[in-house]
């Protein structure tokens, strides 16, 4: 099968890794995946890639094109692109009520298939009609290694425990005010929090492994991977009731689902720092692995084009 990728191009590495990992998770099922990355910010700077894509698009046949995000798909569609797939994220949904209406307009109008990370999202989005397909996990990249060799990578101070908020702290939706305020509730100076910031995908893995719990404050998200990736690294975890974290965490000793309380942050925190070792968090997710979540698409896929 041949499929066409759309999605945003405007980080640092071009692609985002989600959607970069999910593409190799296709093609090593056999399919061919070309990418094709929409470059400029806002509206404007994504409506101005509409005539860009359609002469990319013309007198070329792909079976299945399959656009990530609400406004690289938007671009998408006013560019002519069929059979058109799209997968929504958290942000698509949770941060724009303009948007909402958006997306409920192409989809009537253009989009053959919708794609959501979370029952969350599917109620949020109220697209009654959509799939639920999380994002799925590369095991062979994340996985546990050992402490020595993890914080050799990051550079930490190996004689204190570490907490990893798990996502950049300037972005708004992540919280990042509430995660200190529950570390400064810790009063313990041999705890350090640190921050994800321009740290590059293939290094995450030690990252997380150097890390003695991950936090996520967010106030929205769909199906965060930071957290499925801290999971199959066997990770301890405490993160706020948001997306689908409770279904993926809850089950987990060691993993800990709270409220936008900062002394409940704090003593879930405090416990989670006090167990011992890691935690069994890859058996609860062995169903996302990512060629398991490839093999959902492509049914989703056959089922576009009959």
């Not at 061919?32 to 990319?56: A, E, H």
């Amino acid at each position: 099968m041949e499929i066409l990728f759309i999605s945003s191009g405007n980080t640092k590495s071009g692609i985002s890794p989600i959607i970069k990992n999910q593409g190799q998770s296709l093609i090593n099922l056999g399919h061919k995946v070309t990418f094709y990355t929409i470059k400029g910010k806002g509206l404007k700077g994504y409506f101005n890639n509409i005539f860009t894509l359609r002469k990319f698009l013309k007198n070329k046949n792909f079976d299945v094109i399959h656009a990530h995000y609400s406004l690289s798909a938007i671009v998408a569609s006013l560019s002519g692109a069929q059979p058109l797939v799209v997968s929504l994220m958290g942000s698509d949904v949770k941060a724009s009520g303009l948007l909402k209406y958006g997306i409920k307009f192409f989809n009537t109008l253009f989009w053959k298939k919708v794609i959501v990370k979370s029952e969350d999202m599917k109620i949020s989005a109220g697209l009654k009609e959509s799939y639920i397909v999380p994002n799925g996990v590369d095991f062979k990249k994340f996985k546990p290694y050992t402490r020595e060799e993890s914080i050799a990578t990051t550079g930490w101070d190996p004689d204190k425990k570490h907490i990893l908020f798990a996502a950049n702290p300037r972005r708004y939706e992540k919280n990042f005010k509430l995660a200190k305020a529950a570390y400064k509730g810790l009063g313990d100076d041999s705890v350090a929090l640190n921050v994800l910031e321009d740290i590059p995908n293939e290094l995450m893995p030690k990252y997380f492994n150097a890390s003695d719990v991950i936090l996520l404050t967010s106030l929205w998200e769909g199906s965060p991977n930071v957290i499925k990736e801290a999971m199959a690294c066997n990770c301890k975890i405490v993160a706020v009731d948001v997306g689908d974290i409770k279904e993926v965490i809850s089950t987990t000793e060691g993993c800990y689902v709270t409220g936008f309380d900062e002394k409940e942050i704090a003593n879930r925190l405090t416990e989670a720092l006090a167990q011992p070792g890691k935690t069994n968090g890859i058996d609860a997710i062995r169903h996302l692995d990512s060629n398991a979540v490839a093999n959902t698409l492509t049914n989703i896929y056959k089922d576009t084009i009959l």
